[in-house]
T-cell receptor, first 116, second 112 residues
Framework: ETGVTQTPRHLVMGMTNKKSLKCEQH?????MYWYKQSAKKPLELMFVYSLEERVENNSVPSRFSPECPNSSHLFLHLHTLQPEDSALYLC???????????????FGPGTRLTVL | AQKITQTQPGMFVQEKEAVTLDCTYDTSDPSYGLFWYKQPSSGEMIFLIY??????QNATEGRYSLNFQKARKSANLVISASQLGDSAMYFC?????????FGKGTSLLVTP
């Protein structure tokens, strides 16, 4: 595997289900990100992990719970979602250096989530 | 908060022609990065080109070049010799910290 991979690619879930999205990067990066892309809206940053520590949480509802067990893996745990949470969820990774803006972020193919 | 503006929701270009996609940004930070990404219908965000705020020369990557005008706060993407496979959404993004702030995107259609 190369680059950034995401599983599953498509997910349909009911509002009472619990599911998890997985992201894995093979680029040796030390920062990972979750973005949400809804129809007709710009990409929204959800979470940032740098060196496995969460450094940013953009006021995301608690029904989204991230987990970063190591620098190569990132999860997004989902529970009791709403239909408006249906979107494309993109994972990205980059190098990050203190005091500098992010290096180029490389994205995975995304998980297209539908909440019924 | 930084603001990214892409004023062209849709663009058409004929195959083999050049096309310019506009991007302006608003920031008071002296150090920042500007990025362009391509998103085909499959959904993956593909990195195209990067420009740092202190870079003296405009960035180029193959058929892609970035027309960086710092005083005007613009970072337009130029695609030369368009190909049918260039049809996609194109996003401009700005960063002065951890996050990438994306514009709303421009949909480019390359016609034969």
């Amino acid at each position: 595997e190369t680059g950034v991979t995401q599983t599953p690619r498509h997910l349909v879930m009911g509002m009472t289900n619990k599911k998890s999205l997985k992201c894995e990067q093979h680029l040796g990066h030390n920062a990972m990100y979750w973005y949400k892309q809804s129809a007709k809206k710009p990409l929204e940053l959800m979470f940032v992990y740098s060196l496995e520590e969460r450094v940013e949480n953009n006021s995301v509802p608690s029904r989204f719970s991230p987990e970063c067990p190591n620098s190569s893996h990132l999860f997004l745990h989902l529970h009791t979602l709403q239909p408006e949470d249906s979107a494309l969820y993109l994972c990205a990774s980059s190098h990050t250096r203190t005091g500098r803006f992010t290096d180029t972020q490389y994205f995975g193919p995304g998980t297209r989530l539908t909440v019924l | 908060a930084q603001k990214i503006t892409q004023t062209q929701p849709g663009m058409f270009v004929q195959e083999k022609e050049a096309v310019t996609l506009d991007c302006t940004y608003d920031t008071s930070d002296p150090s920042y990065g500007l990025f362009w990404y391509k998103q085909p219908s499959s959904g993956e965000m593909i990195f195209l080109i990067y420009q740092g705020s202190y870079d003296q020369q405009n960035a180029t990557e193959g058929r892609y070049s970035l027309n960086f005008q710092k005083a005007r706060k613009s970072a337009n993407l130029v695609i030369s010799a368009s190909q049918l496979g260039d049809s996609a959404m194109y996003f401009c993004a700005f960063s002065s910290g951890y996050a990438l702030n994306f514009g709303k995107g421009t949909s480019l259609l390359v016609t034969p």
